[in-house]
């Protein structure tokens, strides 16, 4: 038997790729004959070794075989991918939903991700198991799923801890007096990232402080990134805001080593990964209850009820203000980031691959 492991792209920058990559090399390592798969137009991007799509369909899967269907976005080759003989395991990572682009005039993105939604009940009709990588992803699945299960992404735990550098940086960065914020993520209207800003502007112009907010990300629409330039401007926050666009996982780790709050106002979120990088990293997380949000955090992190960017900024202030709540916090969050850990993920996944692969019953 054969193991797939279908995403429309991958790309080791991204979380989902990552975490599908890092499935593949588990299942390899215990024997398993186990390939990734992308669609034929993203394969130029995806590691080496990537079969395309018309690939797949060469090999011809059987009953015997497992496609393991990483589901995030719309896509055109759904029905192909569920005409397949094999078992499918469907892995939804959530899909944004169309109003949060459609307010801000970007409707073909929102038209895409409701029709991407749309899609979810046929596939999880097909399914034979279905995972969320969250108990609130799962909220999404209809009725009658078969056998659902929540495991977590796989993400960098050893990559993002700190190293004796990014101490070095924290103690000469917090040196300055200012309040040092970070944001990673996607430039997307869902992850509130005005109020982010908004945020550091509070810190400025309401509590007298000077803040420092770098926002690392990749730009999706270019109208919305000018509304957040604007933002930005209005505040009086030019040279207290920098946009740091596709930036080296290395400068990520080190931003969040060396902040005094990662800041997280999103409004929906199926899992967020760059929560669990800042609680490695050493962070303290300022954010608002939501969503994954919400179940990413646990018992850690600061969060909010609601998007009060004064009070976040308040907190934010706080928490480099006073070491002891600080250091409380963080230690919180670094208990919480180990429930996340690969080893934690590969035993959840193992235990049900079990059924559908025997021979990991004795690895």
């Known amino acids: 038997m054969r193991v797939f492991h279908y995403c429309q792209s991958i790309t080791s920058r991204d979380a989902i790729g990552y975490s599908t990559v890092r499935l593949h090399a588990a299942l390899l390592s215990a024997g398993v004959e186990s390939y990734l798969v992308c669609n034929d137009h993203n394969r130029p991007l995806a590691p080496a070794g990537t079969l395309a799509l018309k690939d797949l369909a060469e090999l011809l899967p059987t009953r015997r075989d497992v496609i393991i269907f990483h589901y995030s976005f719309a896509d055109n080759d759904t ?131 000077t803040p420092n907010l770098r926002i690392f990300g990749k730009i999706w629409d270019r109208e919305y990134f000018r509304y957040l330039e604007n933002i930005v401007l209005d505040l009086g926050l030019e040279t207290n805001v920098k946009f740091e666009v596709n930036q080296p996982g290395a400068e990520l780790r080190a931003a969040l080593a060396s902040s005094d709050a990662f800041i997280c106002m999103s409004e929906h979120e199926g899992f967020m990964v760059p929560l669990l990088e800042a609680f490695t990293a050493g962070c303290p997380v300022v954010g608002m209850m939501s969503t994954a949000v919400t179940e990413t955090c646990g018992p850690a992190g600061a969060l909010l009820p609601a998007a009060d960017v004064e009070a976040a900024a308040g907190m934010a202030v706080a928490l480099k203000q006073d070491r002891e709540s600080r250091m409380a916090l963080i230690r919180s969050q670094s208990r919480r980031a180990q429930a996340f850990a690969e080893g934690q993920t590969w035993n959840k996944w193992r235990m049900v691959l079990e059924d559908f692969v025997p021979q990991l019953r004795n690895v």
């Open 79 to 209: 029905d192909l991918i569920l005409r397949f003989r094999a078992k499918i395991i469907l892995v939804y990572h959530n899909i944004t939903p169309g109003h949060f682009f459609r307010a801000h005039g970007q409707d073909g993105l929102a038209n895409a991700c409701d029709v991407g939604r749309a899609a979810l009940p046929a596939i999880v009709q097909r399914a034979d198991i279905c995972i969320g990588d969250s108990d609130y992803n799962r909220t999404d699945f209809p009725a009658g799923a078969r056998v659902e299960q929540t495991i977590p992404v796989f993400y960098n735990d050893r990559f993002f801890r700190p190293s004796a550098a990014d101490h070095e940086r924290f103690l000469k960065v917090g040196s300055t007096g200012a309040v040092n914020l970070t944001f990673i993520g996607r430039l997307v209207p869902n992850k509130r990232i005005d109020n982010v800003i908004r945020v550091a502007g509070a810190i400025k112009n309401t509590i007298g402080m």
